[in-house]
């Protein structure tokens, strides 16, 4: 079989993000420019299908279990005349937790914990934040994730789980990706030619 095709969209705004707050593990719903941006993502999706002669009826789509990227795929999936709800859902793909610095900006994490915040500027992939993730054990999921898929397949996901796939699948070096702004209301296209972006 060859490698599948993976129409990758982050999800919508959030107010945390629109704060620069740290997101994790916390179910924060989409503000309404992100619904807009979910909608707009659709839009993309259903024109790169059209380009692609795909039936995107035919295809899986699979969400991160939280919230924003399970409302982020109905409403997509409903700009594009397909059930909202049929989908599924995989906990590989929720977002990189941040422990103790969910709900924080950086520089309340910097106060918070300096020590932690320095190591973790030095080593952005390979350090975790207290009680969280790295990005390098992120990537070990997000590799068994796109491993275990059967074919091309549409995900709704993260802007971290975005970067450790980018990186799982050697489009990216891990000090790059580490700090690369993942767009919301785009698709990311990985293929056999790497990555495109469309928005």
Same mark, same amino acid.
């Given at each position: 079989m060859s490698a599948p095709t993976i129409y990758y969209i982050r999800h919508g705004e959030t107010e945390w993000n629109a704060a620069g707050r740290f997101q994790g593990s916390q179910d924060i719903p989409l503000n309404d420019l992100g619904r807009i941006q979910a909608v707009k993502a659709g839009g993309i999706l259903a024109d790169l299908f059209s380009r692609d002669g795909r039936d995107p009826a035919a295809l899986p789509f699979v969400a991160s279990p939280l919230g924003r990227a399970r409302?982020?795929?109905?409403?997509?999936? %409903? #700009?594009?005349?397909?059930?909202?709800?049929? &989908?599924?859902?995989?906990d590989r793909l929720r977002e990189i937790g941040f422990g103790h610095w969910e709900g924080l900006t950086q520089p309340q994490m910097e106060v918070a914990n300096p020590d932690a915040f320095a190591l973790r500027q030095a080593d952005k992939? %390979? #350090?975790?934040?207290?009680?969280?993730?790295? &990005?390098?054990?992120v990537t070990l999921r997000m590799r068994d994730w796109y491993d275990s898929l059967v074919g091309d397949?549409?995900?709704?996901?993260?802007?971290?789980?975005?970067r450790a796939l980018m990186v799982a699948l050697g489009v990216s070096a891990p000090d790059s990706a580490a700090n690369l702004t993942i767009e919301q209301g785009a698709v990311y296209v990985f293929g056999e030619d790497g990555l495109a972006k469309y928005s």
């Open positions: 409302s982020t795929m109905e409403l997509m999936r %409903g #700009a594009i005349d397909l059930p909202p709800h049929d &989908y599924t859902l995989d992939w %390979g #350090a975790a934040p207290p009680g969280g993730e790295s &990005y390098a054990s397949t549409v995900a709704v996901a993260h802007g971290g789980t975005a």
